[in-house]
């Protein structure tokens, strides 16, 4: 997805199909921001919309390179697990920020992984 630091102005079709919107105006209408669908987890290297009082991409520009960020987001009642990258580029003397989010589910359900989370209680 693409950023101006506050708004989405533009969702690839990968994340279009992932919340089952045919569009970015239907997509906003449903969610406002992708933050909206994020689910909360109480450690620090997962987002949430506010860090510390901080917007979640101001905080993950800031932080992408000191630790890995990662976002809980869940699916027709299946967690699904993103790594967060930020990458900021001008345009035209326009600062966007091109985020992406890299799936890692399968490294948080396999069994016997130290990073396994499934025994975590998170809300519904």
Avoid at 32 to 58: Q, T
Avoid at 78 to 91: L, N, P, Q, T
Avoid at 99 to 120: A, G, H, Q
Wanted: aromatic residues 12%; neutral net charge.
């Amino acid at each position: 997805m693409v950023s101006d630091g506050v708004d989405t102005i533009l969702a690839n079709k990968t994340l279009l199909n992932f919340f089952n919107c045919s569009s970015l105006v239907a997509f906003k209408q449903e969610y406002k921001d992708i933050s909206k669908a994020f689910v909360k987890v109480e450690r620090k290297n997962f987002l949430s919309e506010y860090m510390d009082g901080e917007h979640w991409i101001s905080y993950l520009q800031r932080e992408q390179e000191n630790r890995e960020l990662k976002v809980l987001m869940r699916k027709d009642g299946v967690d699904r697990y993103f790594k967060a990258h930020i990458k900021k580029v001008v345009i035209e003397n326009k600062k966007f920020m091109i985020i992406i989010f890299d799936e890692i589910t399968e490294e948080y359900t396999t069994p016997n992984n130290p990073n396994n989370f499934s025994k975590i209680l998170i809300p519904s």
